[in-house]
Structure formats: structure tokens, C-alpha cells
């Protein structure tokens, strides 16, 4: 008498079939998944380093000009200006070493007249309220020079209000049109990663973000926050990515907060 496999038709051993082959099916797709990733990074790894050669020019350069944003992203780019600190804004959901926080995006009007946002880093989530004071981490009041990563702007989210000063994404379209309201109509399409400014903040905030894929960390020699810093972290913001510190080497608490030994030190 043969072996029966009629046990396979029980509906045990069917929903475990059904069990399996699905679970197959979505390994094989997550595998897929993480080979498109290492896929679009590599690529992306490459356009960095391809704009890392292109020459260091201004924003106003009439070589930019005709050029769209993904011919522009990753290339270092310098403005020399004055900040708009009535047009700055917060990015809500950023995180530094694991501590949540806000970007600073403070508008700055060059010299010929065009306006840039630039994303000046990073600040404790606990330390501001969008409807509290700047004055914290305002930018120099005199005309500064700065140099950063071109980033194109990140997509709005849908069903979230727009605060005045507050906003879920950097959205350069909404923030270039709210410039164009007040009288700003030259306003560039495209953001900047701080990486340099001259003068340097009155303070250790805020301090450097990242915001692009990993690669070789490099160390600036001058970074963006000002003197009184005990000893500044690095300015080009690609250190962080490869190494972040953690929320408690930055002297910051669980949620973000400041601890109670005072603001971050730098060794």
C-alpha cells in the first residue's frame, strides 16, 4: 500500500502552503527592493563626486543659467548677502544623532538681488516653538558669504497646514512664493546645505545637518558656528551622515532638550 499525501488537501496544510509561498514572494521582492537602493545610492555616490570636480561659483553665475535642479544638485555653490531673518522658517522632523529637532532655513538676498534658502542646521526640538523667539540662533546681521550643496526642495505633504513659520518639508516653492508676496521676485528654485559662512554665528546653534546618502567623511577646518563654541564640530555636513554623534555626546537629552550641563562640547 502506497504513501498518501491526501494530509496536504487539509486546510492545515494548505493555509501553511499559502503561508509559505507568500512569504517567498515577499522576500524575494524586499531583496529586489534593497538591490534598487544600493543601486540608486551607487548612483548617487557618483553624481556627488562627479560635482564635486565642477568649479566652486557663485549663484549668480551665468554658467548656471539654463541648467535644472538635477544639474545642479550636489554641485558647491558660494552667495555673499544679507539674511532675511523675517522670511526664516523652521523644518519640523529632523534628527541629529538620534535627538529630534528643526532646520533653520533663513533666506538670503545676494548682493545682485536673488534670493537663496539656505538651510543654516540644526536646533533641539525642546529649544524653539515656531510661535517662540529666533533670536537664539539668528544669523549675523551684516552681510555674510557662504558657500553649500545645491538640494532641490522636498515634496509637500498633503493634509498638513502650512505654518507661518513652521513648515513638515522644506518646500521652496511655497517659501519662494511667500518671498515673491514680499517683494522678492528673483527667488532661486533650489536650497543650500550650509557647509561654510563668514562671518561665523554669535553661537554653537545651529548646528551642522545632513541631508544626502553617505560617503567618505571629510572634515571642514572652518565651520559655520561662531567662536564661542568651546570647540566646533566640523561644517561639511557629510561628516554626519557617515559618523552622526549620538544625542548624548551632543549634550542633548532623550527628547531632544539641552542637558543640564550645558550646551554640547566638541572634542
Known amino acids: 500500500m502506497g504513501v ?59 554658467s548656471l543659467q539654463g541648467l535644472d535642479i538635477d544639474d545642479l544638485r550636489y554641485r558647491r555653490l558660494t552667495a ?28 538670503l538676498r545676494t548682493t ?15 529649544t524653539v516653538t515656531p510661535d517662540g523667539s529666533f533670536e537664539a540662533f539668528a544669523p ?10 545645491v538640494q532641490s526642495g522636498q515634496t509637500r505633504v498633503v ?16 517659501l519662494a512664493d511667500r518671498l515673491a508676496g514680499q517683494g522678492s521676485s528673483d527667488v532661486a528654485r533650489y536650497w543650500l546645505q550650509l557647509e561654510d559662512q563668514q562671518p561665523r554665528n554669535r553661537g554653537p546653534n545651529p548646528l551642522p545637518s545632513c541631508c544626502r546618502p553617505s560617503m567618505t567623511a571629510r572634515t ?17 555636513f557629510w561628516c554626519w551622515w557617515c559618523a552622526p554623534p549620538s544625542a548624548a555626546a551632543m549634550g542633548l537629552g532623550r527628547h531632544g532638550e539641552l542637558a543640564r550641563h550645558g550646551p554640547p562640547t566638541w572634542g
Not at 85 to 100: C, K, M, R, S
Not at 221 to 230: D, E, F, L, M, N
Open 220 to 236: 571642514s577646518t572652518t565651520p559655520a558656528s561662531g567662536p564661542s563654541s568651546p570647540a566646533s564640530p566640523p561644517s561639511c
Open 140 to 149: 549675523p546681521a551684516d552681510e555674510v558669504s557662504v558657500s553649500g550643496l
Open 4 to 62: 498518501s499525501f491526501r494530509f496536504l488537501l487539509t486546510p492545515k496544510w494548505i493555509a501553511w502552503t499559502v503561508v509559505v509561498v507568500v512569504a517567498v514572494v515577499v522576500m524575494a521582492y524586499l531583496s529586489m527592493w534593497q538591490l534598487g537602493r544600493l543601486s540608486d545610492r551607487r548612483a548617487t555616490n557618483a553624481a556627488i563626486e562627479q560635482r564635486a570636480t565642477e568649479p566652486v561659483v557663485g549663484v549668480d553665475d551665468p
Open 80 to 107: 555673499t548677502g544679507t539674511y532675511l531673518p523675517d522670511g526664516e522658517v523652521l523644518v519640523a522632523n529632523q534628527t541629529l544623532g538620534g535627538a529630534p529637532g528643526w532646520w533653520v532655513v533663513t533666506p
Open 159 to 174: 493634509g498638513l497646514a502650512d505654518d507661518a513659520r513652521a513648515l513638515p518639508r522644506l518646500d521652496v516653492d511655497l
Open 112 to 126: 545682485s538681488g536673488t534670493v537663496v534658502l539656505v538651510n543654516r542646521g540644526w536646533v533641539p526640538f525642546s
